[in-house]
């Protein structure tokens, strides 16, 4: 195995000569960078060669993130392709021939390693390819797979000439096919399967074409694109929402199509290519139906895809993507926050393969993070975050949560704190769903699941209590009679996290639980859907935390507007702090005022005998009691008269053994 801190021109020089011995290359090979020359001298074999290494510790050596080379390395002309690389004959000025990468490989000689691309750009003689979701349950969706499919992306086109492919699926299971090319700038739609009419003894394939008149032109300019077939049969393509759908009379032949073969064959087996084929040329002269229209892959950007309602990653690594294969990616999104434009410690982040937004620190707002603005209330906009240390560094049987917040969008992570950030592990998290509290957790040997079954309205406050003993979780949204729980199946009983918690988003969806794909493939599009509204009241195992202050650190976050606390100075009198109570609030008032906004003063010498409210407190931090309280022996004294004896409390039978516990008491 030959050593990664090697430079590249050794590394392309061993390879070189492994293939030459095993009687790969010819004898007359040139290779790049003046690495190594290779000259035939005579016709009897006899061979000089000329070794010309560069000096590694030279200062114009620049070190690369290098990838093994070994036997997987591909001749290809003058060059050399390494790492299960194609090898193409390109049409620039490079030369005749081109390596075309596999996905997670870079570089001329697909030398050097990336991480994979969120926003890929397909080069020539490139593809990605996919599993066709399908759905888990097959028998329950038979009508979605023989009927009904839906595809969407964005593309943007760097040539529009010619045939390029860029969608092209063949059923194993039920021979059905479609295509969707790129011809001459304008897109096409084709599909066929099997018909049998009930006038026929014998089933055809009849080609349906669907031909939008709006031409794509090559620029910076992104398309939205969807295309599919209804429940009804009829087809559909649709390019920036104009829509162009297929003959109704057509579409009356599929109510009787050919039965599948079998729909007990593993979806697995199906895949989609996007972007191109692996093998156009093979597949010229095999698909019988489509193989005249197959000339060239799509050259272009695409991003946001999304396969019967489910987002695919096109990156391919350890814990993360939907790629099962890919050749000739690049970076769409390469050089956008070179020139970062963001103001005040702001950071430039990616958004789509051509645009970037701001992500402003706390107490910042603006396109460029340019403004300034003191935070009081706050209000998550469904790009922005808080992060606390909330249950960091706990492994506890028993814990407690409850959080005060008003949506204005029905989706939305509220809440999440896990333990690793290699997607496995406990954790824990609150959801909105389809404007339904969801609570995951999972204690290291199963997930729970608990959805409350109310309706949240929307721009309306709500409280949800969860808590937790040992396996069974307990959820209670606002003043629900029913409890809902769920069990964390297996051995283990304590949710241990490790990492921070983050209220509203979370800024990478790469460092969350697996068990949250389903959510974010179907809500988020890959990203964490962020939370859209407020959040003013948050407790974990009975103590508050103050979202503002408590913050280790924010992004794009803004006041509550419309909410009196959002504007303490002018609700709250003499310094007083504002607690918000939904739509009302509370001044807490310092010592010597009183009243709805500490608005009236009053003589101090009444507070010879103080007169206690539910959220009142004394302090005394006088030097001489701190010097009688350090004392070895001490002794207190109170005469206390109870205006009321009432406490709040949450109960539920199976919780705790049946023992009264006090929740969140107010």
Not at 191 to 210: C, G, K, R, Y
Not at 230 to 253: C, H, M, P, W
Not at 363 to 378: P, S
Request: proline share 5%.
């Amino acid at each position: 195995m030959v050593n990664a801190s090697v430079n590249l021109e050794t590394h392309n020089m061993l390879a070189l000569m492994l293939l030459l011995f095993c009687g790969i290359l010819p004898h007359s090979t040139h290779a790049t960078n003046n690495t190594t020359l290779l000259q035939d001298q005579s016709e009897d074999w006899s061979m000089i060669m000329e070794v010309e290494v560069e000096d590694p510790n030279a200062a114009d050596i620049k070190q690369k993130k290098l990838a093994k080379v070994g036997l997987d390395a591909t001749p290809c002309g003058d060059i050399l392709c390494l790492n299960r690389a194609k090898c193409l004959m390109a049409a620039d000025k490079h030369g005749p021939y081109k390596c075309v990468c596999q996905i997670g490989f870079s570089g001329t000689h697909c030398e050097q390693t990336n991480s994979g691309f969120r926003f890929p750009k397909i080069e020539e003689g490139g593809y990605l390819k996919f599993i066709f979701p399908f759905g888990q349950d097959l028998a329950s969706s038979a009508l979605m797979d023989i009927n009904a499919f839906h595809i969407g992306f964005e593309i943007k086109p760097d040539l529009t000439n010619g045939r390029r492919l860029i969608v092209y699926h063949r059923s194993k299971r039920d021979e059905r096919s479609f295509m969707l090319n790129l011809e001459l700038g304008h897109l096409v739609f084709r599909f066929t399967e099997p018909i049998l009419l009930p006038q026929e003894a014998d089933s055809s394939n009849v080609i349906d074409e669907l031909r939008h008149s709006q031409p794509l032109i090559a620029s910076s300019q992104w398309y939205s694109v969807e295309f599919g077939r209804q429940t009804d049969g009829r087809l559909y393509l649709s390019l920036n929402k104009n829509i162009v759908k297929g003959d109704e009379s057509k579409a009356f032949k599929k109510a009787w199509p050919q039965r599948p073969k079998s729909r007990t064959r593993d979806p697995k087996e199906e895949d989609i290519f996007i972007g191109g084929h692996s093998n156009l040329e093979l597949l010229r002269t095999q698909d019988p139906y489509f193989g005249r229209y197959l000339e060239e892959n799509f050259v272009g950007c695409i991003q946001h895809i999304y396969i019967n309602g489910e987002f695919m990653d096109p990156r391919r690594r350890s814990f993360v993507g939907d790629a099962v294969e890919g050749y000739g990616l690049t970076d769409c999104a390469h050089g956008i926050c070179d020139q970062n434009r963001c103001k005040n410690n702001g950071t430039c982040a990616i958004i789509s393969g051509s645009s970037f937004e701001c992500q402003c620190p706390m107490g910042t707002k603006g396109l460029n993070c340019q403004n300034r603005e003191e935070l009081h209330m706050l209000q998550y906009t469904g790009r922005s975050y808080t992060e606390y240390f909330g249950f960091k560094g706990t492994s506890q049987s028993n814990m407690m949560l409850l959080i005060t917040f008003k949506p204005v969008s029905p989706n939305g992570l509220l809440l999440y704190q896990g333990y690793s950030h290699d997607r496995r592990g406990d954790f824990l998290t609150v959801l909105l769903v389809q404007s339904h509290i969801e609570v995951q957790f999972d204690l290291g040997s199963g997930t729970a699941n608990l959805r409350s079954p109310s309706v949240l309205m929307m721009n309306t406050w709500h409280t949800v209590r969860f808590w937790l003993n040992g396996r069974q979780g307990f959820l209670v949204v606002d003043n629900e009679d029913q409890v809902t729980t769920a069990f964390s199946y297996g051995p283990l009983v304590q949710l241990t996290l490790d990492q921070h918690m983050f209220i509203g988003s979370h800024p990478d969806a790469d460092l969350t639980s697996a068990h949250l794909n389903n959510y974010l493939r179907k809500v988020g599009g890959g990203n964490v859907p962020g939370f859209h509204g407020c959040i003013q009241q948050l407790q974990l195992n009975g103590q508050s935390v103050d979202l503002v202050r408590d913050a280790l650190r924010g992004v794009n976050m803004e006041n509550c507007l419309g909410h009196p606390c959002a504007r303490p100075d002018t609700t709250c009198m003499h310094s007083s702090h504002c607690r918000p109570e939904g739509e009302d609030f509370t001044c807490v008032c310092f010592l010597g005022y009183v009243g709805k906004k500490c608005d009236t003063p009053i003589s101090t010498t009444r507070l010879n005998r103080p007169s206690f409210g539910r959220r009142s407190i004394l302090r005394y931090g006088s030097p001489d009691v701190i010097t009688k309280l350090n004392m070895p022996h001490f002794d207190i004294y109170l005469d206390i008269r109870l205006r009321s004896t009432k406490l709040r409390t949450v109960t539920h039978p199976n919780f705790w053994n049946g023992k009264l516990y006090c929740l969140f008491c107010q």
